[in-house]
């Protein structure tokens, strides 16, 4: 499989992010605009040079009545005459954003795009968001009872069945995602957890408890893309490599052959054709800072293997031998992850590309990883029928990242 999206001919010269959590005081287009404003200012680029957007929203009427389409964001910034697309694609909603972003401006079709991924979750309770839609839109059939906690317990209990026990390293993801939280400004849960505190909470689904599973979240983020031979100033970040991959389907996947419950084809997919665009060969020792989706502990663990981080059964092992977290061979998560700094479900591909540059520019305080030159983003949309992967690296002059 190829895409021709990547390549280090694209770079990202504006990266912002609103806070993640309960936000009742703001509206979709306020969260919208936030973000939107906050990158511009960060790239020094006025809203007038941009001449195309795209905004990530997942699930629009689902949650809010905004965000069903490229309206959503041209209305609050007053950005007419100008194209502004809606991307959903599920939980992959805000890479597959900037993947196609950046096809645009590698065809020449624009010259500055902005990206904004945004959604508003927490105006809704539970019971009508997710589980109502799958009752009321759904397979008639194989929507009844399911949810996203069943579906990823079902993983968990078949990676333990096949590999060993893995609820001590479905903990340790929990707790150092945590950890990474307290020390991120926007996330939506500030506090460590404790061992005792994950594995004597509520259950959810099989192996699955509370603080095994991310929260609803309300967020926006936001970046600014242009070609590299004319990006102005001496920060960017370049896009080496970026590719999705659709590979199941959405109420079908779990009754696929195809799934193993091991981990996620599309991931694997995706990971290869973005990985060939950037020359990764490596990737634990390529990569200084992941940010992949964390909707579950267990999913990160089957990530850390899809993402060729460790071979099929290490993930475990990886996770509980430090190499994961503060200090390791490669940090994931340092936002706090969706577990910790929460799950925006369209914001969050944008989010973890911000937090990325964060890095990159050496301005993620004090979760910053020591000589950050180049970090992967990766979200896997609906049951992992579908993935997008981004390989992105520092165009600073100076190593290690531009400080403000």
Wanted: overall charge negative; aromatic content about 6%.
């Amino acid at each position: 499989m190829t895409d021709p999206t990547g390549g280090g001919d694209v770079v990202i010269v504006g990266a912002a992010s609103t806070p993640f959590g309960e936000l009742f005081g703001d509206g979709f287009a306020d969260l919208a605009r936030r973000a939107a404003t906050a990158a511009l200012a960060d790239a020094a680029v006025p809203l007038d040079e941009v001449d195309a957007g795209w905004l990530a929203t997942a699930f629009a009427y689902t949650y809010s009545d905004d965000g069903n389409a490229g309206t959503s964001l041209a209305e609050p910034l007053a950005m007419y005459g100008r194209p502004v697309s809606r991307v959903a694609s599920y939980c992959a909603s805000g890479l597959d954003a900037i993947r196609q972003a950046s096809a645009a401006l590698r065809g020449r079709v624009c010259d500055v795009a902005l990206v904004v991924g945004a959604e508003k979750m927490r105006d809704v309770g539970p019971r009508g968001s997710l589980v109502l839609q799958h009752v009321d839109r759904g397979h008639p059939v194989l929507s009844k009872g399911r949810t996203a906690p069943g579906i990823f317990g079902i993983v968990a209990e078949r990676y333990a069945a096949v590999y060993g026990e893995v609820r001590s390293a479905m903990t340790a993801v929990a707790r150092k995602n945590h950890a990474f939280g307290v020390c991120n400004p926007r996330a939506h849960f500030r506090a460590e957890v404790t061992a005792e505190q994950v594995e004597s909470a509520p259950p959810l689904a099989g192996p699955i408890g509370l603080y095994d599973a991310c929260p609803t979240t309300d967020g926006a983020a936001a970046v600014v893309l242009r070609r590299a031979t004319e990006a102005r100033g001496a920060r960017a970040a370049t896009i080496e490599g970026i590719a999705m991959s659709n590979d199941l389907g959405y109420f079908t996947a779990n009754m696929s052959s195809r799934f193993d419950m091991l981990g996620f084809e599309s991931t694997r997919n995706a990971a290869a054709a973005a990985y060939a665009q950037a020359g990764i060969t490596d990737p634990l020792d390529q990569f200084d800072v992941v940010e992949c989706h964390d909707c579950f502990t267990i999913t990160e663990i089957v990530n850390y293997e899809d993402l060729g981080l460790c071979g099929r059964g290490e993930g475990r092992d990886l996770v509980l031998s430090g190499a994961t977290g503060v200090g390791g061979k490669v940090e994931v998560n340092t936002s706090g992850g969706l577990k910790a700094c929460g799950h925006p479900i369209g914001a969050t591909g944008v989010r973890m590309v911000v937090d990325l540059c964060d890095q990159l520019w050496a301005r993620a305080g004090e979760r910053q990883v020591s000589g950050a030159r180049r970090g992967l983003a990766h979200a896997l949309g609906g049951p992992g029928s579908l993935s997008c992967v981004a390989v992105l690296a520092d165009a600073s002059p100076v190593g290690g990242g531009a400080v403000e």
